[in-house]
């Protein structure tokens, strides 16, 4: 499966952003997709990840009470809202896919066999 993110940007803190993955070549239902974000000089960390089956999401305690995740299967989209964003907040984020649906695996990006190109989000204090 091929991924696209996109929906990054310039925006305030307190602001939102709603960052898409589309997904193309591949069983889009047959595959948890997660999101992932790096900043500069930083390793790359988990931030969402909604689940093959029944949509059930996980959310990095960073950002539980501002993030949510959906998908659209039929469009093979999720999406990643993010609301009242933090200049922490910034970096490159990227999307993925995994095969499993394992809560503590989908942490790891070991566990991802797919990658999207990356978006930049970029939080001004």
């Known amino acids: 499966v091929q991924l696209q993110a996109s929906g990054g940007g310039l925006v305030q803190a307190g602001g939102s952003l709603r960052l898409s993955c589309a997904a193309s070549?591949?069983?889009?239902?047959?595959?948890?997709v997660g999101w992932f974000r790096q900043a500069p000089g930083k390793e790359r960390e988990f931030v969402a990840a909604?689940?093959?089956?029944?949509?059930?999401?996980s959310l990095a305690d960073s950002v539980k009470g501002r993030f949510t995740m959906s998908k659209d299967n039929t469009k093979n989209t999720v999406y990643l809202q993010m609301n009242s964003l933090k200049p922490e907040d910034t970096a490159v984020y990227y999307c993925?896919?995994?095969?499993?649906?394992?809560?503590?695996?989908?942490?790891?990006?070991?566990?991802?066999?797919?990658w999207g190109q990356g978006t930049l989000v970029t939080v001004s204090s």
């Open positions: 070549g591949g069983a889009f239902r047959s595959y948890t």
């Open positions: 909604i689940f093959r089956n029944y949509g059930r999401t």
């Open positions: 993925a896919a995994s095969s499993t649906v394992i809560a503590s695996a989908l942490m790891s990006p070991a566990h991802y066999v797919s």
